[in-house]
Every structure is written in structure tokens, then in C-alpha cells.
């Protein structure tokens, strides 16, 4: 693996659809994740095979169908987890195991009732036993987020001798500013032994809506795995967007770091992921919103008809969008009128355009926005006397 390479790890089907009220079946999450290998992920989460058969099942027709990424189950730190997980994953090409314990003192106290010695004895148990059973154990840390430092190096430290290839560090709660948690990859950079010889890598939450900015500091601070979710959903506020972090690294090359994503898939996927699951794409949601590039003021509207740079950092095409959408509005000028006015068919000198411009604002004053059906109407109330 080259240094600038970031390897994405999806998991828009275990926590994305940790959703309240976005249940897929089987036949749903085999068809996203048929899209996910296309679009070119490295590795799909595909679910939680203890948690209920139908996700173990989901897991298991997901490991026959995925040609290219790795597959993955979760567990906790329990065999019988490992043992289910291993069963479901029988069949992938590339089978990976995803197992774990809370750390942060809160959840050593009140989730485990336990010590810090017992956690760490308890993460180093459940790695061997899962490298009993696939070559490829990410361990995560739950809560890595509020875990101080030091202690999360040891965990760490026990999980690598134990023979985990990944190290997953959880800002569970969405909690971390970006410096605090690019600090602590940095910190486990420089006080886990062997740290070299594993990846390590980010999963974020939303809480206070810094999962895509966090994810980045992890990057930028060494870590080459980001875990993410389409359109970003997941538990609570969400996970890191995918199409965020992608379009990220894409857009800032001089960061020279690189994914094997396909962009020009996202949007659909996006429209997939939205429709499967029934949970609607925020209209400002970055990348894939529908208004991600709508522009509805005169002054953006006449920059983006003369050239599309002026207002736009992504071209639409290469995220799978046909094009930019002048949206008219009582605040768009006459350059974004006549462009409508043409791309419908209407050729108007300067005069015209002052005064079906009268009219139309006349008519937007009243309304949110004013759609092509619209606007032929006041074509025709403006040349109606004339
Ligand atoms: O947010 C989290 O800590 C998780 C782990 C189970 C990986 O989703
Ligand atoms: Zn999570």
C-alpha cells in the first residue's frame, strides 16, 4: 500500500443502518452493496451477524456476491460473536474481522463493570481467537474519542501483538474537535509498538457535526483507513460522509492522498441509498444534496452562467450530476432569467427582457421559487397586450 493511499471502509450497512426506521433486507443490501464494490470501496461492513439471523444471512449472501472489497463483520469481544461472524464470512474472497471493547472510563464502569487491566486482557483475548479464523482482525477501541491517551496506546499496543492488522479508534460520541483527535492518531503514531506495521483508522461520529473535519485531522495525522457511511447516515447525528471525504482528498491534491473511488457513481448511489433505506438527502447536504449545485441568487447565478468556477469547486459531471440548476427566484437577476428563457426556447432582445423581468418579479415576490411551467406563463402574460 502506497503512503498516500487511503483505504475507505464503508459501513452505510451495519452503522448506516443503525438508523431508527431504515431497516434493509437481504435482497436491499445486496443490491447496495453490489454498488459499493463498483464504486470502489476497499472494504464493505456488511453487518452484525450475531445481532439476528437476518443479519447473518445478509452477511453471508454479501460474501458470495462481492468480487473485489474486503467483507467485514462486527462483533464484540465475545467468542460466540467471533464464531458467528466467522461462519457468515466463510465465503468471502476477502474476509475480515471487526472486534472490540469499549475503553473510555465510562464505558469500562457502567457498560463492563470492570478494570482497565481486565479491558485490556479482554481486547488481547478477542483478537487471537478472531486470527483463529481469518488472517485480516481490525480491533476497535469503542469511545477512543474520551479515552485518555496513554491507556488507548496500550490497548493498542495489546491488540497489534495479539495480530490485529487494523486499528479502528472510535470517536463513538461524535465529541473530538478535529485538533484533539488528530493529535490522538499522532500520539498513537509515536507510543503503539509496531504501529507501522497496521493501519489505523478513523471512525467518526456526528454529535456536533464534525465527523467528515475529524476524519481528515485522523488522515492528516497518519491514519489510512476512514470509515463512512452514504449520505453519512448512521447511529444518532450520523457517520462521516463518504462522499465528503472522497471529494475531499479529490479536490485538495496537494495533500497527495488518494482513494480508489469512482466519484462519477456517488450521486446514484446516493439516490440508491436514500430510496432503500427511506430516509431522505438533506437538499444542503454537500456533494449530494439537491441543492449542492443549485444556485438561486443573482449575483452567484450571472458568475456561474459566465463560468462555472466562479461559484462552483466541483464540477457536477464528475459526482454523477448532469449539470448546474439555476434555480429562479425573486433574487436572481436578468442574466439568470434570459439563460432560463433560452434554455426553454425564448429568444429576447434587451426589451423584451425588461419586461418579462418586471413581470417575473412580480410574480417570485409571491413565491418560493419559480418553476419552467411558471415562467412560460409569464412569458405569456408579458406579450398578452403587446
Ligand atoms: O462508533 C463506534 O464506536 C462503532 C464501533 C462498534 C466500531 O461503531
Ligand atoms: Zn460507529
Redesign the pocket.
Known amino acids: 500500500m502506497s503512503n498516500g493511499k487511503v483505504e475507505i471502509f464503508d459501513?452505510t450497512l451495519r452503522?448506516g443502518e443503525q438508523v431508527p426506521g431504515c431497516k434493509l433486507n437481504t435482497v436491499q443490501k445486496l443490491k447496495i452493496a453490489e454498488e459499493l464494490d463498483s464504486l470502489g470501496v476497499d472494504v464493505i461492513e456488511a453487518g452484525f451477524p450475531v445481532s439476528s439471523p437476518g443479519d447473518f444471512k445478509s452477511v453471508q449472501e454479501i460474501s458470495k456476491l462481492v468480487k473485489n472489497a474486503s467483507v467485514c463483520g462486527?462483533t464484540r469481544a465475545v467468542k460466540k460473536d467471533i464464531e458467528v461472524a466467522a461462519e457468515a464470512l466463510k465465503f468471502a474472497k476477502r474476509p475480515r474481522i471487526?472486534t472490540?471493547i469499549g475503553t473510555s472510563d465510562s464505558h469500562i464502569k457502567y457498560k463492563f463493570n470492570s478494570t482497565r487491566e481486565e479491558i485490556i486482557v479482554r481486547a488481547r483475548e478477542a483478537v487471537s481467537y478472531a486470527k483463529n479464523f481469518v488472517d485480516d482482525v481490525e480491533f476497535?477501541a469503542?469511545?477512543a474519542g474520551r479515552t485518555d491517551n496513554e491507556y488507548l496506546a496500550r490497548v493498542c499496543t495489546a491488540a497489534v501483538e495479539a495480530g490485529a492488522t487494523v486499528l479502528?479508534i472510535?470517536d463513538?460520541t461524535g465529541y473530538c474537535l478535529p485538533e484533539e483527535y488528530g493529535k490522538k492518531i499522532k500520539y498513537l503514531k509515536e507510543h503503539v509498538k509496531n504501529i507501522d506495521k497496521v493501519t489505523i483508522s478513523c471512525?467518526c461520529?456526528n454529535d456536533l457535526g464534525l465527523a467528515t473535519a475529524n476524519a481528515i485531522a485522523g488522515i492528516m495525522n497518519g491514519a489510512r483507513q476512514i470509515?463512512c457511511t452514504i449520505n453519512g447516515i448512521g447511529?444518532r447525528a450520523g457517520n462521516t460522509a463518504l462522499e465528503e471525504v472522497v471529494m475531499i482528498l479529490r479536490q485538495h491534491p496537494t495533500l497527495n492522498l488518494h482513494t480508489n473511488i469512482q466519484p462519477k457513481l456517488l450521486y446514484a448511489l446516493s439516490n440508491l441509498v436514500s430510496r432503500e433505506m427511506g430516509m431522505f438527502v438533506q437538499p444542503n447536504k454537500a456533494i449530494v444534496g439537491a441543492n449542492a449545485f443549485a444556485h438561486s441568487s443573482g449575483i452567484h447565478q450571472d458568475g456561474v452562467i459566465k463560468n462555472r468556477e466562479t461559484y462552483e469547486i466541483i464540477d457536477p459531471a464528475d459526482v454523477g450530476v448532469t449539470e448546474s440548476a439555476i434555480i429562479l427566484t425573486a433574487r436572481s437577476g436578468r442574466a439568470a432569467l434570459a439563460y432560463k428563457a433560452k434554455k426553454m426556447g425564448y429568444e429576447l432582445t434587451k426589451l423584451q427582457l425588461d419586461i418579462v423581468y418586471a413581470e417575473f418579479l412580480n410574480y417570485a415576490d409571491h413565491r418560493k421559487e419559480v418553476a419552467d411551467t411558471d415562467l412560460h406563463e409569464i412569458m405569456s402574460i408579458s406579450f398578452k397586450n403587446r
Open positions: 459501513t452503522d462486527l471487526h472490540g476497535y469503542e469511545d479502528n472510535p463513538t471512525h461520529h470509515e447511529e
